[in-house]
Protein backbone atom coordinates (compact mmCIF):
# COMPACT_ATOMS: atom_id res chain seq x y z
CA UNK A 1 0.00 0.00 0.00
CA UNK A 2 1.31 3.51 -0.92
CA UNK A 3 1.44 6.25 1.89
CA UNK A 4 0.74 9.75 0.73
CA UNK A 5 1.88 12.60 2.62
CA UNK A 6 -0.79 14.43 4.49
CA UNK A 7 -2.19 17.14 2.79
CA UNK A 8 -1.16 20.94 4.77
CA UNK A 9 -4.52 21.19 5.38
CA UNK A 10 -5.13 17.98 7.26
CA UNK A 11 -1.35 18.29 8.88
CA UNK A 12 -3.00 21.77 10.50
CA UNK A 13 -5.87 19.76 11.73
CA UNK A 14 -4.45 17.26 13.44
CA UNK A 15 -2.23 19.76 15.20
CA UNK A 16 -5.67 21.36 16.39
CA UNK A 17 -6.20 17.69 17.87
CA UNK A 18 -3.68 17.79 19.57
CA UNK A 19 -3.52 20.85 21.07
CA UNK A 20 -7.54 19.54 22.16
CA UNK A 21 -5.93 16.69 23.75
CA UNK A 22 -3.44 19.16 26.08
CA UNK A 23 -6.38 20.74 27.07
CA UNK A 24 -8.36 17.89 27.98
CA UNK A 25 -10.52 17.91 25.34
CA UNK A 26 -11.21 15.12 22.71
CA UNK A 27 -8.73 15.84 20.20
CA UNK A 28 -10.51 16.73 17.26
CA UNK A 29 -9.45 19.61 15.18
CA UNK A 30 -10.61 21.40 12.02
CA UNK A 31 -9.51 24.06 9.20
CA UNK A 32 -11.92 25.65 6.57
CA UNK A 33 -9.99 26.51 3.25
CA UNK A 34 -10.88 28.56 0.39
CA UNK A 35 -8.55 28.94 -2.84
CA UNK A 36 -5.79 27.33 -0.90
CA UNK A 37 -5.67 29.45 1.97
CA UNK A 38 -7.14 28.74 5.62
CA UNK A 39 -9.78 31.16 6.51
CA UNK A 40 -11.08 29.59 10.10
CA UNK A 41 -10.24 26.75 12.08
CA UNK A 42 -10.89 25.36 15.40
CA UNK A 43 -10.71 22.30 18.01
CA UNK A 44 -12.88 20.36 20.54
CA UNK A 45 -14.20 23.30 23.12
CA UNK A 46 -17.29 22.69 24.66
CA UNK A 47 -15.45 22.01 28.20
CA UNK A 48 -13.20 24.90 28.06
CA UNK A 49 -16.03 27.01 26.54
CA UNK A 50 -18.96 25.46 28.48
CA UNK A 51 -20.88 24.89 25.26
CA UNK A 52 -22.21 21.96 23.84
CA UNK A 53 -21.91 23.01 20.16
CA UNK A 54 -18.48 23.59 20.63
CA UNK A 55 -17.28 21.18 17.96
CA UNK A 56 -14.24 21.90 16.20
CA UNK A 57 -16.13 21.79 12.71
CA UNK A 58 -19.00 24.66 14.27
CA UNK A 59 -16.14 26.38 15.51
CA UNK A 60 -14.24 26.97 12.32
CA UNK A 61 -17.24 27.55 10.23
CA UNK A 62 -17.91 30.43 12.84
CA UNK A 63 -14.50 31.82 12.26
CA UNK A 64 -14.22 31.00 8.21
CA UNK A 65 -17.72 33.06 8.13
CA UNK A 66 -16.55 35.92 10.35
CA UNK A 67 -13.00 36.15 7.85
CA UNK A 68 -15.24 36.14 4.67
CA UNK A 69 -18.25 37.61 5.75
CA UNK A 70 -20.86 35.67 4.61
CA UNK A 71 -22.97 32.57 6.33
CA UNK A 72 -22.49 30.88 3.08
CA UNK A 73 -18.95 28.98 3.14
CA UNK A 74 -18.99 28.43 -1.15
CA UNK A 75 -16.20 26.92 -3.04
CA UNK A 76 -15.12 26.54 0.71
CA UNK A 77 -13.19 23.06 2.08
CA UNK A 78 -13.59 21.37 5.55
CA UNK A 79 -10.72 19.50 6.10
CA UNK A 80 -11.45 17.62 10.12
CA UNK A 81 -9.56 14.54 12.01
CA UNK A 82 -12.81 12.95 12.31
CA UNK A 83 -16.49 11.97 10.76
CA UNK A 84 -18.43 14.86 11.74
CA UNK A 85 -21.45 13.90 14.02
CA UNK A 86 -25.19 15.09 12.96
CA UNK A 87 -25.10 18.48 14.45
CA UNK A 88 -21.71 19.22 12.73
CA UNK A 89 -23.18 17.69 9.53
CA UNK A 90 -25.95 19.83 9.48
CA UNK A 91 -23.79 22.79 10.41
CA UNK A 92 -21.51 21.94 7.02
CA UNK A 93 -24.98 21.79 5.38
CA UNK A 94 -26.32 25.21 5.68
CA UNK A 95 -22.45 26.80 5.50
CA UNK A 96 -22.65 25.07 2.25
CA UNK A 97 -19.35 23.69 1.94
CA UNK A 98 -18.38 22.09 -1.05
CA UNK A 99 -15.78 19.55 0.05
CA UNK A 100 -15.62 17.94 3.38
CA UNK A 101 -12.17 15.69 3.91
CA UNK A 102 -11.91 13.64 7.07
CA UNK A 103 -9.72 11.44 8.69
CA UNK A 104 -10.75 9.13 11.33
CA UNK A 105 -14.17 6.76 10.27
CA UNK A 106 -16.72 7.56 13.68
CA UNK A 107 -19.21 3.87 13.56
CA UNK A 108 -20.53 5.21 16.93
CA UNK A 109 -20.81 9.27 16.58
CA UNK A 110 -20.48 9.87 13.06
CA UNK A 111 -23.15 10.96 10.51
CA UNK A 112 -21.66 11.05 7.21
CA UNK A 113 -21.22 7.99 6.79
CA UNK A 114 -22.32 6.10 9.86
CA UNK A 115 -25.50 6.56 11.96
CA UNK A 116 -27.94 9.43 9.97
CA UNK A 117 -25.90 9.54 6.85
CA UNK A 118 -27.28 13.55 7.01
CA UNK A 119 -26.18 13.93 3.36
CA UNK A 120 -27.93 11.22 1.91
CA UNK A 121 -31.41 12.57 3.70
CA UNK A 122 -33.85 13.81 1.20
CA UNK A 123 -34.54 17.09 3.74
CA UNK A 124 -30.58 17.61 3.48
CA UNK A 125 -30.55 20.84 1.55
CA UNK A 126 -26.71 20.54 0.47
CA UNK A 127 -24.52 17.84 0.06
CA UNK A 128 -20.98 18.38 0.09
CA UNK A 129 -18.33 16.43 -2.06
CA UNK A 130 -17.24 13.72 0.70
CA UNK A 131 -13.83 12.50 0.91
CA UNK A 132 -12.79 10.40 3.85
CA UNK A 133 -9.76 8.50 5.30
CA UNK A 134 -6.98 11.10 4.20
CA UNK A 135 -4.87 11.52 7.99
CA UNK A 136 -6.93 8.42 9.15
CA UNK A 137 -4.12 6.84 10.98
CA UNK A 138 -2.34 9.55 12.86
CA UNK A 139 -5.95 10.98 13.59
CA UNK A 140 -7.40 7.58 15.00
CA UNK A 141 -4.31 7.34 17.10
CA UNK A 142 -4.81 10.78 18.81
CA UNK A 143 -8.35 9.67 19.64
CA UNK A 144 -7.40 5.75 20.93
CA UNK A 145 -4.26 7.51 23.13
CA UNK A 146 -6.90 9.79 24.54
CA UNK A 147 -9.20 7.59 25.76
CA UNK A 148 -6.53 5.03 26.65
CA UNK A 149 -5.39 7.51 28.77
CA UNK A 150 -8.87 8.38 30.67
CA UNK A 151 -9.70 4.61 31.46
Known amino acids: MTR ?15 EAARAGEVPV ?3 VVKHG ?5 GHNAPRALADPTAHAEV ?19 LWVTLEPCAMCAGAIAHARI ?9 PKGGAVEHGA ?3 EQAQCLHRPEVYSG ?12 FFAARR
Open 117 to 119: RVF
Open 98 to 106: ARLYYGAPD
Open 37 to 41: LIVGE
Open 4 to 18: WPTPPPMARALELAR
Open 29 to 31: GAV
Open 59 to 77: LALRRAAAALGSERLDGCE
Open 134 to 145: IGEEPAAALLRD
